[in-house]
């Protein structure tokens, strides 16, 4: 069995602050100036979460994806967001878009939604032993694998807040960060789990 990493906040580098910090801009532009029309918004928004996917680069993919975002509502059924995604050029299923879409529409509006992406994935796979299948699985199976792993992300989440080293996680991140106190419990969590891992 691997050793467990659990991350330390107290011993994060100057590097991985550094991340954190560029990350906070980035998120502070886009919650600040949130407009799913906006060349501008989509340009950050883009760069800052989706700038690994090659098929984000064409404009057709990238409009159709703001699009979706534009005529999100909070608190929307993230297997349905999925499904409004598919059906889009880019034609796969979009977890990890799905949950930055969402993510962003909830927390516009003071709700908090988790995001799903390799880093989070590999720390709740390595430390808490969270199995997740969307990778695995293809075909029909692919849908039925985001929500279970919707639902691993989430029961997390909800649990991890309730313990010491998440409010050691928080009180580290708001003194660190006195300007960003605003920005939600679980965003600050993804950000120190990015900047770790």
């Not at 928080?170 to 939600?184: H, L």
């Amino acid at each position: 069995m691997k050793e467990r990493k659990l991350i330390d906040v107290y011993k994060i580098s100057d590097k991985q602050k550094l991340t954190i910090r560029n990350g906070i801009n980035c998120y502070n532009y886009i919650m600040k100036h949130f407009n799913p029309s906006d060349d501008d918004f989509r340009d950050v928004f883009t760069e800052y979460y989706l700038k690994s996917q090659a098929n984000m680069k064409n404009s057709e993919q990238r409009n159709q994806f703001f699009d979706v975002m534009e005529k999100c509502e909070p608190n929307t059924d993230l297997i349905e967001i999925v499904r409004k995604l598919k059906e889009q050029p880019i034609g796969m299923y979009e977890f990890s878009f799905a949950t930055k879409l969402l993510h962003t529409v909830n927390a516009i509006n003071d709700v908090e939604t988790p995001i799903y992406d390799s880093k989070v994935r590999k720390y709740l796979h390595e430390v808490y032993e969270k199995s997740f299948r969307f990778n695995t699985n293809s075909g029909t199976e692919k849908e039925q694998s985001i929500v279970h792993d919707w639902e691993t992300l989430t029961e997390w989440y909800a649990e991890f807040k309730k313990t010491p080293d998440c409010s050691a996680w928080i009180k580290w991140f708001n003194t660190e960060f006195p300007d960003a106190r605003w920005i939600n419990d679980i965003k600050k969590i993804d950000f120190i789990i990015f900047a770790c891992n």
